[in-house]
């Protein structure tokens, strides 16, 4: 972890749960001394991303925004989103057409942020991205559905093929597999 984040989480019990559960998961705070001039803090996750093969980094901004840093070709936002206030347009024919367009839910608490980027990363990282292995390659569910199925059938199907063995002890039958 850079030095620059370290004393935030120190002696605040909200500050600490969260640097506790970064330490759990593998989060490094990774946040550069420009970024912390600029109240801004990044986290690399101990998960690749499925385009680049770099990890995953993460980031919470003073203007209320969280951002994914590095998975895609821009940063992306990972606020929540909310139907925005409708708009009328006037149309040529003289009629109004409505349009609701989706808004983002800024967080301008930076300890709610942090608490936030927890959780979605626990959520859409660490949970939906379950099976992903240790060097960055992604088993599709539907692999993994497969194999299991093709792995109990190959077990039934050996203990189909399996003779039978009848054993008669003292006039009572005993079937062996």
């Excluded at 030095?3 to 970064?22: F, L, P, T």
């Excluded at 330490?23 to 912390?36: A, N, P």
């Excluded at 680049?52 to 992306?76: D, H, L, M, P, W």
């Excluded at 942090?114 to 990363?121: A, K, R």
């Amino acid at each position: 972890m850079k030095e620059n984040n370290k004393w935030k989480y120190q002696g605040d019990g909200r500050y600490e749960k969260v640097y506790e559960r970064m330490q759990f998961l593998g989060i490094q705070d990774v946040t550069t001394s420009r970024q912390h001039k600029n109240s801004t803090i990044v986290w690399r996750l101990p998960i690749k991303n499925e385009w680049g093969g770099s990890f995953i980094e993460v980031a919470s901004f003073k203007t209320g925004y969280v951002r994914n840093q590095n998975s895609g070709c821009s940063n992306y936002q990972l606020n929540k989103q909310v139907d925005g206030k409708p708009e009328y347009f006037k149309l040529s024919n003289g009629d109004y057409r409505k349009y609701t367009g989706k808004e983002r839910v800024l967080i301008p608490i930076e300890i709610d942020r942090l608490e936030y980027l927890i959780s979605y990363c626990l959520k859409n990282y660490y949970i939906k991205r379950a099976n992903e292995v240790a060097d960055g390659k992604l088993i599709p569910k539907w692999k993994y559905e497969y194999d299991v199925d093709k792995a109990k059938c190959d077990t039934e199907a050996e203990l189909l093929n399996t003779p039978e063995v009848k054993v008669i002890i003292n006039g009572h039958r005993y079937n062996i597999t």
